[in-house]
């Protein structure tokens, strides 16, 4: 089993900067990916950043420039560093990581985090 815990949301104004975490403890071993998701009221549950396990990084074109991924593997953490926020990045933000193991793939969820941007 694993579990993904997510910190750092909140409230915050315009043009303002948010850092996320997520930690992942349990059984590790075979990630190949952890990233970033965020669903909006309303609105599909979409990518927003991943870092690979080679450390290679994919962003959402919605958030290049703006939101940085990086990870710490020693503490099995992900981070996402967030600048220059807008109100239409409000959501539920949730870490995700999926894990290649020889029997199986598993696909893992944080409970979430909300992110209000708004004045």
């Known amino acids: 089993q694993v579990q993904l815990v997510e910190s750092g949301g909140g409230l915050v104004q315009p043009g303002g900067s948010l850092r996320l975490s997520c930690a992942a403890s349990g059984s590790t071993f075979g990630f190949t990916d952890m990233g970033w998701y965020r669903q909006a009221p309303g609105k599909q549950r979409e990518l927003v950043a991943l870092?690979?396990?080679?450390?290679?990084?994919n962003y959402a074109d919605s958030v290049k420039g703006r939101f940085t991924i990086s990870g710490d593997n020693a503490k099995n953490t992900v981070y996402l560093q967030m600048s220059g926020l807008k109100p239409e990045d409000t959501a539920v933000y949730y870490c995700?990581?999926?894990?290649?193991?020889?029997?199986?793939?598993?696909?893992?969820w944080g409970q979430g985090t909300q992110v209000t941007v708004s004045s």
């Open positions: 870092i690979n396990s080679d450390g290679s990084t």
């Open positions: 995700n990581a999926h894990q290649n193991l020889a029997i199986a793939t598993y696909v893992w």
